[in-house]
């Protein structure tokens, strides 16, 4: 479950981050919605990092490494 939330969350960022790009492109400017846009995503992105603290912290994420 929490895999899907953090992927959900990437997603969502990833949105965000085109959305910001049109705002850029279409606005020039002129709205806030790029603003927004940003804002957003920033905030996207200190919750994945911290669902992904929390999994490391919790034991539900594991590091899988070969070497």
Known sequence: ???VAIVLLL?????S?????FFLVKDAGRSS???NSLTV???LTALTV???AWGFYS??????VTW
Do not use: C, D, W
């Open 59 to 64: 034991g539900q994420l594991v590091p899988q």
């Open 41 to 43: 995503r920033v905030t």
């Open 50 to 52: 911290a669902l992904i």
């Open 33 to 35: 919605r790029l603003v």
């Open 11 to 15: 997603l969502a960022t990833t949105v």
């Open 17 to 21: 981050l085109f959305s910001g790009l």
């Open 1 to 3: 479950m929490l895999k």
